[in-house]
């Protein structure tokens, strides 16, 4: 069965220091999403992408954090400076674009703590 | 101020008993979404509803959407200690580029 490939699953990172999640997202999904999910809340996103243009990034914290997809395939997110509140889980999904209801499927995400 | 408002935040039953679940919204969505997480999981979709009046079972959940399109409701019967988890809705607004705008959740705990 196709999944949403996501590494590490886990990352230790001192603040002040670089982070880098990657995404590998269902094939033929055209829109990946990053969310920040911090425990006990659901899931926020981060930004969104259709193929390798990014469709929303309205809450992505621009001075410390980037995303790209270069090749309208997998993605990274990147994280610099890591703050102490960026300690959540990081979640990337994919949909397959022209589905109505636009169903995601999501990775299993990468936990991020930064003491 | 949070678009879905789930209720309640936290539950916790006994193994057999029944419960219902809420997604509340003043805004109307095309469609609505139901997903379990378990933890260190990624949600794992149950659902979607897109009509208003939508009723829709799974084995023993079933999941109903408002009329208005507004609110969704999620039932389970005779809970087992399997359906622990947190259950999340995420509404989709028409012409939204199919954004999905989660709720907080509901943990729920089934115990044995």
């Known amino acids: 069965e196709a999944e949403v490939a996501q590494s590490p699953r886990y990352k230790i990172t001192e603040k002040s220091q670089a982070v880098a999640f990657w995404c590998d997202p269902i094939s033929g999904h055209a829109t990946l999403y990053w969310y920040r999910q911090i425990l006990g809340q659901g899931p926020e996103l981060l930004v969104q992408?259709?193929?390798?243009?990014?469709?929303?990034d309205s809450q992505l914290p621009k001075d410390r954090f980037s995303a790209e997809r270069l090749k309208g395939v997998d993605s990274t997110l990147k994280i610099q400076p890591a703050e102490l509140g960026d300690s959540a889980m990081y979640l990337c999904?994919?949909?397959?674009?022209?589905?109505?209801?636009?169903?995601?499927?999501f990775g299993e995400g990468s936990r991020l703590t930064v003491l | 101020t949070q678009l879905l408002e789930q209720s309640p935040q936290f539950l916790s039953i006994q193994e057999g008993e029944n419960l219902t679940v809420y997604c509340n919204s003043s805004?109307?969505?095309?469609?609505l979404q139901w997903y379990r997480q378990e933890p260190g999981e990624g949600p794992v979709l149950l659902v979607t509803?897109?009509?208003?009046?939508e009723v829709k079972k799974l084995k023993r959940l079933t999941f109903q959407f408002g009329d208005a399109r507004k609110d969704s409701s999620l039932h389970i019967t005779a809970a087992q200690t399997g359906d622990t988890g947190l259950y999340l809705c995420a509404g989709q607004r028409g012409g939204s580029n199919y954004k999905l705008t989660f709720g907080k959740g509901t943990l729920l705990t089934v115990n044995p």
């Open positions: 509803v897109v009509t208003g009046g």
């Open positions: 805004s109307v969505f095309s469609s």
């Open positions: 992408f259709q193929d390798e243009s990014v469709v929303d």
């Open positions: 999904a994919s949909s397959f674009s022209g589905a109505n209801t636009g169903e995601l499927f």
